[in-house]
Structures are given as structure tokens and as C-alpha cells.
């Protein structure tokens, strides 16, 4: 079994441990290769990273669905497929410094931790962010650095980064986090209206963004003083 976590803590014997290993195996080939996730690296992290530690518990008989599943605070943690889908786009290598925005309650960060150097991760919501560390610690991962504040502004204290994934919906170009990327570094983020939104996959090349629609998608939104007001989403 892997020494990260103990899933006979949260399932309660040999049989269920293995129903979860085949389940997340199950996910790899039907809704990672299936749709197109080729790179290797990125569907290795997803057979690793446990995902029934990062659900809710009354959720967790589905934590391998392909949907993404309520967390607390109103938010909820993506699908599968999205959270590989956008950490294809960045195509991280393990020398680098990640940012994220929005660490809900840590899956996507240890996705990252499991192809970056060093993941730096930022949550609006305190109660999500301690829960995240929790989880993060539980499964073994000890390259995230979390913070809980304004994710829209970026952490200029360890900028520039290589990569960086905003996971919740902007209402436009995050420019203070472009600012924030190396030149030559990648940025994906949603960005749309309301209930519905485009993947965006940003490169810098000096001072300009060099853009790629990457196709729908439907993101919580992202709160901050460079995002949406909790007023104005409503």
C-alpha cells in the first residue's frame, strides 16, 4: 500500500483499499486517456494523489465519479478531468515553483506537489485552508506552502513563478498574476461570466500574453479585490 495515508482509516479494510486503488485507475483510463490526457507525468500524479481524502466524507463513495463534488464554504473541489486538463496545459516540470489560486481543500495541490518543486497555494476561505493543510500533511506532502488571504493579488513574496493555475472563475485578464509569471512562464485560469466560462491558457513573452482558448468550462467564482466582489456574484 502507499505510504501516504492510511485508507483503512476511512474505509475500514483490504477490500476497500483495493476498490479505491482499481477506482482511481478506472478514472485514468476513462476520463483522463479516453479524452485526450496524454502526458504521463500528469496522469501518473492522478493515479497517485487519493482523492477520497480530499471529498467530503458524505461524498466519498463517489470520489472517483467524473463531476466535481460540494466541499464547505459553498465551494466544491473540480472533476478529475478538469484538474488534469488544466494541469496538462501548464506542463510543469520538477524544477519549478507553482502558484495556485483557490486551494479548496487541497486536491489540486497535490496534484501539483507531485510535479513541482515547490507548490504555493493561497485560500480566501480560513476554515478551507486549514482543512487543506490537514490534508496535505495526512497524505505525506511537504513541498505546498499555504496562506490564506487574497488570492487575486498574487504572493509577490516568492514571485515569480513558473507556472501558475487560478481555480475559480475571473471576471477578466488577472493582470497583477500575470505580472507575477517568469517570462517564458505559463498562467491557466477560467474566465467568463457568471455560470459559465473559458479556459485560458496564458504565456508571457516580455510584457505581453501571447492567449489560447482551451474550451468551456463552469468555475465558483473567484473573490478579491482583482476578481468579482461577493456582492457583484450574486
Known amino acids: 500500500m502507499d505510504a501516504r495515508g492510511d485508507d483503512r482509516s476511512l474505509c475500514g479494510g483490504r477490500l476497500s483499499v483495493l476498490n479505491y486503488r482499481l477506482s482511481r485507475e478506472e478514472m485514468v483510463l476513462t476520463q483522463l486517456e479516453r479524452r485526450g490526457i496524454r502526458d504521463p507525468r500528469v496522469l501518473e500524479a492522478m493515479r497517485k494523489v487519493k482523492r477520497h481524502h480530499f471529498v467530503e466524507p458524505a461524498f466519498r463513495d463517489r470520489s472517483y465519479d467524473d463531476t ?20 496538462s496545459l501548464l506542463r510543469i516540470q520538477p524544477t519549478e515553483k507553482v502558484l495556485e489560486v483557490g486551494t479548496g481543500s487541497g486536491y489540486q495541490a497535490a496534484v501539483l506537489a507531485e510535479l513541482a518543486h515547490k507548490v504555493y497555494s493561497i485560500e480566501r476561505h480560513m476554515v478551507l485552508m486549514q482543512k ?30 513558473d507556472k501558475i493555475i487560478i481555480t475559480a472563475a475571473s471576471p477578466g485578464f488577472p493582470k497583477t498574476l500575470f505580472g507575477q509569471i517568469k517570462d517564458g512562464g505559463l498562467m491557466v485560469f477560467p474566465m467568463g461570466e457568471k455560470r459559465t466560462q473559458n479556459l485560458i491558457l496564458v504565456e508571457r513573452k516580455g510584457d505581453e500574453a501571447e492567449t489560447t482558448d482551451a474550451g468551456a468550462v463552469s468555475f465558483v467564482p473567484l473573490i478579491g479585490r482583482e476578481g468579482w466582489s461577493g456582492s457583484s456574484y450574486d
Open 68 to 87: 466535481p463534488l460540494p466541499i464547505e464554504e459553498g465551494q466544491t473541489i473540480s472533476q478529475p478531468y478538469v484538474v488534469a486538463r488544466m494541469t
Open 132 to 161: 487543506a493543510r490537514k490534508n496535505l500533511e495526512e497524505q505525506g506532502y511537504r513541498n505546498v506552502v499555504l496562506k490564506h488571504g487574497d488570492g487575486t493579488i498574487g504572493w509577490a513574496e516568492f514571485a515569480p513563478f
